[in-house]
């Protein structure tokens, strides 16, 4: 197999050396398997690797099976380069993931299986753009089959939306501010409910929407 190149290691990976990582990343390496849409496990060392800047739903939620395909098919057993490689609280190496020089981490948004985190570091233009490209053609994650607006049942029309940048699970009512802006997207674990105990029992909590701030619009 044609070798890609060389991982290029930051000072930062270096020093999370010191805090637990302990197998260091090969200039090449071999994809073992795939643990969903945006993590997959090297060969070598069994060590975890997410795509830096992507978010793709969990297995379970919409899009998640195809995701999973989708990175199955542009990586299992094939080398990939790592480049800007640093190690997250949870043990992972987060990289910009290289396979024949094309970046898988923008395919992956492109082509709607994952969507953009916007976070400091390279690639950061081409996967914005690649997110612009999904959003706007409505393909994958962004299609009408992951994403409501209108509630199935008018009965049921609190918003649960999970907010990835913060990590919280909020509702809205559809009284609140900025209400009819908010669109759910069942690939991120959003849902709707038909009452606020529902909501709050599922570990929902009021949006700052809803007379104090702004929600997640896009």
């Not at 989708?70 to 790592?82: A, F, G, S, T």
């Not at 706007?136 to 607006?149: A, F, P």
């Not at 609140?176 to 599922?202: G, H, M």
């Given at each position: 197999m044609?070798?890609?190149?060389l991982?290029?290691?930051?000072a930062?990976?270096v020093?999370?050396a010191?805090?637990?990582?302990k197998?260091?990343?090969?200039p090449?390496?071999?994809?073992?398997?795939i643990?969903d849409?945006?993590t997959?496990?090297?060969?070598?060392?069994?060590q975890a690797?997410r795509?830096?800047g992507i978010?793709?739903p969990?297995?379970?939620?919409?899009?998640?099976?195809?995701?999973y395909?989708r990175?199955?098919e542009?990586?299992?057993?094939?080398?990939?380069?790592?480049k800007?490689p640093?190690?997250d609280?949870?043990g992972?190496?987060?990289?910009l993931?290289?396979?024949d020089g094309?970046?898988?981490n923008e395919?992956?948004i492109r082509?709607g299986y994952?969507?953009?985190r916007?976070e400091?570091?390279?690639g950061?233009?081409?996967m914005k753009?690649?997110?612009?490209?999904a959003?706007?053609?409505?393909?994958?994650i962004?299609?009408?089959?992951?994403t409501?607006?209108?509630?199935?049942?008018p009965?049921?029309a609190?918003?649960?939306n999970?907010?990835l940048?913060r990590?919280?699970y909020?509702?809205l009512?559809?009284?609140?501010?900025y209400?009819?802006?908010?669109?759910?997207?069942r690939?991120e674990?959003d849902q709707w409910f038909c009452?606020?105990?529902d909501?709050?029992?599922a570990?929902?909590?009021?949006?700052s929407?809803?007379g104090?701030?702004?929600?997640?619009?896009?």
């Amino acid at each position: 197999m044609r070798k890609i190149g060389l991982a290029v290691l930051t000072a930062t990976a270096v020093a999370t050396a010191t805090i637990g990582y302990k197998n260091y990343v090969n200039p090449y390496e071999t994809v073992n398997k795939i643990a969903d849409g945006d993590t997959f496990i090297l060969e070598n060392n069994k060590q975890a690797v997410r795509l830096f800047g992507i978010d793709a739903p969990e297995l379970t939620n919409c899009y998640g099976p195809e995701s999973y395909a989708r990175l199955d098919e542009l990586i299992k057993k094939r080398q990939v380069q790592l480049k800007e490689p640093v190690v997250d609280k949870f043990g992972r190496i987060v990289a910009l993931v290289y396979v024949d020089g094309k970046l898988i981490n923008e395919i992956m948004i492109r082509e709607g299986y994952a969507s953009y985190r916007s976070e400091p570091g390279s690639g950061k233009e081409a996967m914005k753009s690649a997110h612009e490209i999904a959003k706007s053609q409505k393909i994958g994650i962004y299609s009408k089959t992951c994403t409501d607006e209108v509630p199935p049942d008018p009965k049921c029309a609190i918003k649960g939306n999970h907010d990835l940048d913060r990590n919280e699970y909020l509702y809205l009512t559809p009284e609140c501010p900025y209400y009819s802006a908010v669109i759910l997207r069942r690939f991120e674990a959003d849902q709707w409910f038909c009452n606020v105990s529902d909501a709050q029992k599922a570990g929902f909590k009021i949006s700052s929407a809803c007379g104090l701030g702004t929600n997640r619009t896009n």
